[in-house]
């Protein structure tokens, strides 16, 4: 088959479906209200180039006609998507080429998602940035704007690495069945930071099983930590997580690997294989041992206003974003009069 002709083809296991073909035919045969939960990657208009082919939405021309084609698939995610429930997209800003567009800038993808999400009837509900090292990003990009050179001989021409950005939307209506997550108050108070700091660029599925990638040179696999993030905090066990652009099968893997079915389409179809010999791997597999259970915080009325307890968990928070004494005692109080007040 000529990697231009338009394929559908599906493979399935336990607790999973890879479907091969266009989100913008395969999305409308998917039922009202199936999916409790969507994580993925959109591909960014003139980014990457992952085939050659015009259903590609990596492949429009313009700004404004991967909008266009993108807004079909954010309009049918909404209506297969149960009300009340989430969507996770992660997205980053684009750079303008100097050869291009004359000056070097920066494009707010980001924030065109949004202004795309919110016109097709979701509820803009957060956003998170993660963290990037700059000299990694220089390497990896080769930007000026991040040399040491360029900052030593005009810091103007200088500026910050790109973050990743998770946008988070809500579909309007009340949930009928509540999500009750299995992360820790530790782990919320970091993840529910509007930075997250611990996401390894690394940490992705072809790096975590550690097979060749020669074919895949175009695909950025999105970091499995960022997939699992979203996954334990906003669905239950046992309930559907879609991507409608499902690359090498990430947000698919780490969904059934959580003991969530995971729901993928594909358009590439040297991708969509991959990601089925990904998931029939993982169900092969024997289940990992149980991970301990979480620290718990200590509940509030052990603590003291002012005695700040060294085991309390926030002790991590000025490792790593280093507070202050006073700062973390005035964080207990809060802490312990929020707790009093929901109970
Ligand atoms: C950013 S990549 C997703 C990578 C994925 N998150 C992973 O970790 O493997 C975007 C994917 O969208 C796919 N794609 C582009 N247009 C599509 C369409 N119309 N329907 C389905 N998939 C499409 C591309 O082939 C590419 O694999």
Redesign the pocket.
């Known amino acids: 088959m000529s990697s231009s002709a338009y394929a559908e083809d599906a493979a399935s296991g336990k607790n999973w479906t890879l479907r091969l073909g266009?989100?913008?035919e395969l999305l409308p045969k998917m039922p009202d209200n199936c999916v409790d939960l969507s994580v993925?990657?959109?591909?960014f208009a003139s980014l990457y180039t992952?085939?050659p082919s015009l259903?590609?939405?990596?492949n429009c021309r313009s700004e404004a006609e991967f909008l266009e084609h993108y807004g079909y698939v954010i309009r049918e995610k909404l209506r297969v998507t149960k009300p009340g429930r989430l969507s996770c997209v992660h997205a980053a800003d684009i750079t303008r080429l100097k050869s291009v567009y004359g000056a070097m800038s920066l494009h707010d993808l980001p924030g065109d998602i949004i202004r795309a999400h919110t016109d097709a009837g979701w509820l803009y509900f957060g956003r998170v940035m993660v963290q990037k090292n700059p000299q990694a990003q220089a390497i990896r990009t080769h930007s000026h704007a991040l040399l040491f050179k360029t900052k030593n001989a005009d810091s103007s021409k200088s500026r910050p690495a790109i973050g990743d950005s998770l946008l988070i939307f809500k579909k309007p209506g009340d949930a009928v069945v509540p999500v009750k997550t299995d992360c820790s108050n530790e782990e919320w108070i970091e993840w529910a930071a509007p930075v997250w700091l611990g996401i390894r660029e690394s940490d992705?599925?072809n790096g975590r099983l550690a097979r060749e990638s020669a074919d895949e040179r175009h695909?950025?696999?999105?970091q499995i930590g960022f997939i699992e993030r979203c996954i334990r905090l906003y669905s239950n066990r046992g309930e559907a997580v879609l991507?409608?652009?499902?690359?090498?099968?990430?947000?698919v893997w780490a969904a059934v690997k959580l003991g969530r079915r995971g729901v993928g389409?594909?358009?590439?179809e040297s991708?969509w294989r991959l990601a089925v010999k990904y998931l029939q791997e993982l169900e092969a597999s024997p289940p990992d041992e149980k991970p301990p259970p979480p620290p718990s915080l200590p509940k509030p009325e052990k603590l003291v206003r002012g005695k700040r307890d060294r085991s309390w968990p926030q002790a991590k928070l000025q490792r790593l974003y280093g507070f202050s004494d006073e700062e973390l005692t005035e964080m207990d109080s809060l802490l312990v009069g929020a707790d009093s007040e929901v109970s």
């Open positions: 266009d989100a913008c993925y990657s959109p591909p992952y085939s259903r590609d939405i990596g992705t599925l695909i950025c696999p999105l991507s409608p652009f499902a690359g090498i099968g990430s947000e389409i594909e358009l590439k991708y």
